[in-house]
């Protein structure tokens, strides 16, 4: 099931799916044989419960955080580059809950619940400036992401609030999202 997929040309990537039990992040380049693989070592049992998913990537380097916590990860460690991603490439076709297969050929859509997707472009935050424990539940909850002063050139923030323009750009980049039916 992904979550959000950067495609240059169908060989060129970069995407974060939930497995069966787990959440990965991939990043792949065909003309260098670059990959960089990220899988949370953790188990999710109730794949249906609500979390707040954060996957920071910082030249070659890659954090998940799962609820305001760094989880433990596993996979290899490529180098893509400090300035690589095809989540944030103007050039790309950025897919949100939709998975385009190597070579552009097919596709598979997603069947998740997704609320306010934000993507930071150049921006690093930690997981405080995004996020908060509840005193009374000690549940992590999101922050308002209107509190966010700075997305980066090529970030967004889908909040989902008009279903008649749900690629609609919060942020203030007015980058809308193509959205499409399957």
Known sequence: ETFIHG????????????????????????????????TTAGVFRDPTAWFHYIFRRNGNTGEVIINGATATTTGDSGTPGTNAGWLTNPSSAVEIGRQIYPGGSASAYSELYLADIVLLDGVFLDPTDVGEYDSDTGIWMPKDPSEISSFGNNGFWLDFSNGSKLGNDASGNTHPVMTTAH
Do not use: P
């Open 7 to 38: 495609n240059l040309d169908g060989d060129n990537y970069e995407q974060i799916k939930f497995n069966t039990d787990d959440i990965e992040y991939q990043y792949y380049h065909n003309s260098t044989s670059t990959a960089l693989n990220r």
